[in-house]
C-alpha cells in the first residue's frame, strides 16, 4: 500500500456526487465554503450517456462492495449509482412529496416510526426545489397531491399506451394525474424539452432531465467546488475526543490511501455505503462504529415493493415513446386506513416507455418465452403491450439492516451485508394492489393481463433522523448526535419510506441541511 498523502484542510467534505451531495455541494460552495465532494465513481459527461441498454449498465452499481441477504434481498445494482451523478444520472425523473401521514405514522396508526419534522417544516424546501429544478405536472389533477406551488412547466405529453390504461381506472372510478416529473416539458432555464425517446434510464445526453450533471453538480463546480472521482472513502477520521470529525481517509483506484481534512464532513453516498462507512469507522471513542451510540446505525433499511403489471391491447400502445418513469400517476389507494387490513401505501406510475431489452424491456414482461415463442410474442408486444408499475411502502423494521460482512474489498475493508424482508403488512399491501392493478387493466379493455416478479426499488433508511440519541443516528438536519459536525444525507435519513418515489425529498432534505450547515457554521466548527 502506498504511503498516506495528506491533503490541504477544505471547509467541506462531501461525500458522494449523487443527488444529495451535489444539492449540499453547491450551497456550500456558492456561500463561499471551500469544498471537495469525493466521488468513487468515475467522471461522467453528457456526451457519452448513450441510448442504450449496454451502455445504461455502466451508469449502474458495480456490487463488489455489498452482499444481500435475507427472505426478500434488496436489489443493488438499479437502485446504486456509479459516477458523478449517482443513481439520479440513470433515474426515471418521478417526483413526488411524501404525504403528510408518512412523516407521523407512529403518531397517528401506532406502527413503524416518526420523522422529527412534519410535512409543513419540508414544504417550503419542496416548493423551492421544484422552481429550481424544473417540475412538469398539474397540481390540480393531482388530487393526492400535498399542499405546494403550482409545477413551474405544464405536464409533458401522453401517448396511446398511458390513455389506453387511464380509461381502466376512470370505469372503476378511480382518479389519474399527469406523472410529476423533473424534465422539461417545455424549454427550463437554459435546458431543452424532452423529445419522448423513452431512453430515460440510459442518461439524458440533450439535459431536458434534472440530474446533477445538469443541475447542481454544475453549480456546484462553477461556484468552485472540486470534485474528485475515484475516490474511495473508507472511513471518517475523528479528534482524540471522538466527537469531532477531522477528516476522511480515502483510497485512489491505484490503491494509494489519502486523508483530506475539513471542518465539516458530510456523507452523502449511497444508502448502504452511509452506514457501511459509519460502521468501518470504528475507533476507541466509539467502539460499535462511529455515530452508534443508539445501535441504530444500518438499522430500518428500507425498499419499496414493486411490480410490472402487463395488458395486451388491440390497439397500437405506442409504448416506444414517452418517459420510462411513466406518463400517469394515480394515488387513489395512498391515504393510510388499517381498515384495509393493511397499513401501508401503494401508487401507480402508468404508461412506461417500452424498449426491447434489459429492466423494463418487452422481452422480459414474459421472461419464461423462449426460441420461437419469444419472437412470436415480441412480434406483437412491441405495438400493442401496455404497462405500469406499482410501488409499494416498506414498513420500517430494526431487523432489516447493513452489517458489516467477513469479505472485504479490494482494499481491505469489509463490504457491507444488507439483510431483508418485508412484513406481514408489506405482502398484503402488495397483493391488494396488484389485484386492482389487474382489474384496471382487464375493464381498459386488454386481452391478456398478468402481473411480472416482484421486485423491489429505491433503497431508503439506514441512518434514520429523529429527536434524541437514544432513538435516532442524526437530528433532523442530519447531523450525527455522537459527532458534533458529521453530517449524514439521503435516503439514509428516512425512518419511513412512504410509497414514493424519494428523490424529491432528498433534494429538499439536502437544501434545508446545506442552509443549516450553512447559517450555524460558526457553533458547528468551533
Known amino acids: 500500500m502506498s504511503q498516506i498523502n495528506t491533503n490541504t484542510k477544505v471547509d467541506a467534505i462531501v461525500v458522494g456526487a449523487g443527488a444529495s451531495g451535489s444539492v449540499i455541494a453547491a450551497k456550500l460552495a456558492e456561500a463561499g465554503r471551500s469544498v471537495v465532494v469525493l466521488e468513487a465513481g468515475p467522471t461522467r459527461e453528457l456526451n457519452e450517456l448513450y441510448s442504450s441498454s449496454i451502455w445504461a449498465r455502466k451508469l449502474k452499481a458495480r456490487p463488489a462492495t455489498t452482499e444481500t441477504a435475507g427472505k426478500d434481498p434488496i436489489a443493488i445494482n438499479f437502485n446504486q449509482g456509479h459516477g458523478t451523478g449517482g443513481a439520479a444520472l440513470h433515474h426515471y425523473a418521478c417526483w413526488f412529496r411524501l404525504h403528510p401521514e408518512d412523516f407521523k405514522v407512529r403518531t397517528q396508526f401506532g406502527k413503524a416510526l416518526d420523522w422529527p419534522i412534519d410535512y409543513g417544516t419540508l414544504q417550503p424546501f419542496y416548493d423551492r426545489i421544484q422552481e429550481e429544478v424544473g417540475l412538469s405536472g398539474d397540481a390540480d389533477l393531482e388530487v393526492w397531491r400535498p399542499e405546494g406551488e403550482p409545477y413551474p412547466m405544464p405536464p409533458l405529453a ?82 482524540e475526543s471522538g466527537r469531532r470529525a477531522v477528516g476522511v481517509e480515502y483510497f485512489s483506484s491505484d490503491g494509494s490511501r489519502h486523508e483530506l481534512s475539513a471542518e465539516i464532513v458530510v456523507l452523502g453516498a449511497f444508502a ?150 418485508y412484513s406481514e403488512d408489506d405482502n398484503r399491501c402488495f397483493d391488494a394492489a396488484v389485484a386492482r392493478g389487474l382489474e384496471v387493466l382487464e375493464e381498459a379493455g386488454a386481452k391478456d393481463v398478468w402481473a411480472g416478479p416482484k421486485a423491489n426499488m429505491h433503497i431508503m433508511g439506514g441512518c434514520i433522523m429523529g429527536r434524541d440519541q437514544q432513538s435516532s443516528v442524526t437530528d433532523s438536519y442530519g447531523r450525527c448526535h455522537d459527532v458534533d459536525n458529521l453530517f449524514v444525507a439521503g435516503t439514509s435519513l428516512f425512518p419511513t419510506s412512504g410509497a414514493v418515489n424519494p428523490t424529491f425529498t432528498v433534494h429538499a432534505l439536502a437544501l434545508r441541511t446545506a442552509e443549516h450547515i450553512s447559517n450555524n457554521w460558526s457553533e458547528l466548527t468551533s
Open 272 to 421: 448502504v455505503q452511509n452506514p457501511r462507512i459509519l460502521l468501518n469507522s470504528a475507533n476507541a471513542q466509539h467502539p460499535q462504529g462511529l455515530a452508534n451510540s443508539s445501535g441504530l446505525v444500518g438499522r430500518y433499511m428500507m425498499a419499496h415493493g414493486a411490480a410490472n403489471l402487463f395488458g395486451m391491447f388491440e390497439e397500437n400502445t405506442e409504448n416506444e415513446f414517452g418517459m420510462t418513469g411513466g406518463q400517469l400517476l394515480c394515488q387513489d389507494d395512498y391515504a393510510k386506513d388499517p381498515d384495509k387490513g393493511y397499513l401501508g401505501s401503494s401508487q401507480w406510475l402508468i404508461g412506461n416507455a417500452l424498449k426491447p431489452t434489459d429492466l423494463l424491456g418487452v422481452a422480459n414482461a414474459r421472461g419464461g418465452l423462449f426460441g420461437q415463442e419469444l419472437h412470436k410474442f415480441m412480434h406483437r408486444a412491441a405495438s400493442h403491450l401496455a404497462t405500469m408499475t406499482l410501488v409499494g411502502e416498506n414498513l420500517p423494521q430494526p431487523e432489516n439492516r447493513v452489517q458489516l460482512s467477513s469479505e472485504k474489498d479490494r482494499f481491505g475493508f469489509p463490504v457491507a451485508r444488507v439483510e431483508h424482508e
Open 158 to 239: 401522453q401517448f396511446a399506451q398511458g390513455r389506453l390504461i387511464a380509461e381502466g381506472f376512470k370505469r372503476l372510478g378511480m382518479h389519474t394525474s399527469p406523472l410529476p416529473m423533473a424534465i422539461n416539458s417545455v424549454p427550463y432555464k437554459g435546458r431543452p424539452a424532452c423529445i419522448y425517446d423513452g431512453w430515460c434510464d440510459a442518461g439524458c445526453p440533450i439535459g431536458a432531465l434534472a440530474n446533477p450533471l445538469v443541475t447542481y453538480l454544475k453549480e456546484a463546480k462553477a461556484a468552485g467546488a472540486e470534485v474528485r472521482t475515484d475516490c474511495h472513502v473508507s472511513r471518517v477520521l475523528t479528534d
